[in-house]
């Protein structure tokens, strides 16, 4: 079978038909089983497919070449929706009030059944297996990925890919990181309690907004006195609340921070100098406090060798106009949870900028993609398991 013989049997409008679909019927994190029932469906009339659902949520297929024994090779797509009420002018808008599919996990869902409905036909000509991997709970920590690497999902995977579309990309082109190909996203939300009082009798209080004041102006150093000069990290403090009259020195004050990083290492650094200055600053004021520090999802890294063998597979799939080195995403992603047990990538697909009506970046209201884009997802999903296990 030629390559042109398989783009042709790219099924472009089931993937367009599964992801408005999907679009219009989002469901939250952890509570996807009419989407996951619907996967399961779709797939079931796949040929040379074994199914199977590691949780109530999910759904593996497995595909068993009939070319001989080889490695096994993982794709993996994601399928929750955000809490988010719609506002894309699209004429396909989700019909579940407050939810919305404003990160393209439809897309990618899409996506992998079109790689799955022309590889299930082409069993014969892999030497090797494939598990398409439809995970839920991406967006809600401790995330779906892990708790598939707990069941046990990828035992016996040798390699694991993953794709993710944006907008204000270029429309159809694919970004390739050697490295680091997302950050971790951790934050602590911190509530002090001090001691209030009349403003006019200051030496009564332990005021909890000097007690704050100092944590914030002490986070700012940790950037710059504790973080390797090589290393990139972000803390910002986006809330802090106290107060509710001029003359009334309060008892509390809260305070919510993110914070960025890329690298295990630093990120652990970074917690440590948290978690003391917190306790150093409120300790000095006699002030005490509640911390809630959550660890989100660590860095994303992309493996050299599967880096290079993705890069192969798009340029072939889509032309070396199309395939880019991509920079490290300011943002995280649950797919780490693999890529620390077995090598993998994680590409980016772009799906449009301004002139294409796609402004909005993953997670706005009004985010938007050019569906055509999809087809350039599926096929390097495609060229990939046929460059690695096919014959």
Not at 17 to 38: D, I, V
Not at 48 to 76: C, D, F, H, M, Q
Not at 134 to 163: R, S
Not at 342 to 359: H, I, Q, R
Request: aromatic share 8%; glycine share 8%; proline share 4%.
């Amino acid at each position: 079978m030629t390559q042109l013989n398989w783009h042709d049997l790219i099924p472009k409008e089931k993937i367009i038909e599964w992801r408005r679909h999907l679009h219009q019927n989002p469901e939250l994190s952890f509570e996807e089983y009419n989407t996951s029932q619907f996967i399961y469906d779709t797939l079931a009339v796949f040929p040379n497919l074994e199914l199977n659902r590691p949780t109530k949520t999910s759904v593996v297929a497995t595909l068993k070449g009939g070319a001989g024994e080889g490695r096994t090779i993982a794709l993996r797509a994601d399928m929750d929706a955000l809490p988010i009420q719609e506002e894309a002018d699209v004429h396909f808008p989700s019909l579940n009030k407050g939810v919305m599919h404003a990160c393209g996990h439809d897309a990618h869902v899409s996506m992998l059944l079109g790689a799955v409905q022309v590889l299930s036909h082409m069993n014969d000509k892999l030497a090797g297996t494939v598990k398409f991997i439809f995970q839920h709970a991406e967006e809600l920590v401790p995330g779906g990925a892990q708790e598939l690497v707990d069941a046990g999902v990828l035992e016996d995977v040798d390699e694991i890919y993953g794709i993710h579309i944006f907008p204000t990309f270029k429309k159809g082109t694919i970004g390739i990181v050697d490295g680091a190909a997302t950050i971790a996203a951790d934050g602590f939300f911190l509530k002090i309690q001090g001691k209030g009082s009349h403003a006019s009798t200051p030496e009564l209080a332990i005021d909890p907004i000097i007690v704050g004041s100092e944590i914030v102006s002490a986070l700012q150093t940790v950037r710059s006195r504790s973080v390797k000069s090589s290393e990139n990290a972000i803390i910002s403090v986006g809330e802090f609340v106290s107060g509710q009259a001029p003359n009334i020195i309060p008892d509390t004050a809260k305070l919510s921070c993110s914070i960025r990083s890329f690298s295990e290492e630093t990120r652990n650094l970074i917690e440590t100098r948290v978690k003391d200055i917190i306790e150093h600053v409120t300790k000095a004021h006699g002030a005490t406090y509640e911390l809630n520090y959550i660890r989100g999802y660590s860095p994303v890294i992309n493996n050299n060798e599967q880096a290079v063998k993705a890069k192969r597979a798009a340029t072939k799939a889509l032309g070396e106009a199309l395939v880019y080195d991509a920079e490290t995403l300011m943002g995280s992603e649950d797919f780490s949870a693999y890529t620390k047990v077995v090598p993998g990538c994680f590409m980016f697909l772009g799906a449009g900028t301004e002139e294409d009506n796609c402004s909005y970046f993953n997670h706005h209201p009004k985010f938007n993609i050019v569906e055509e884009t999809m087809f350039n997802g599926t096929k390097v999903e495609i060229q990939l398991i046929l460059d690695l296990i096919g014959r």
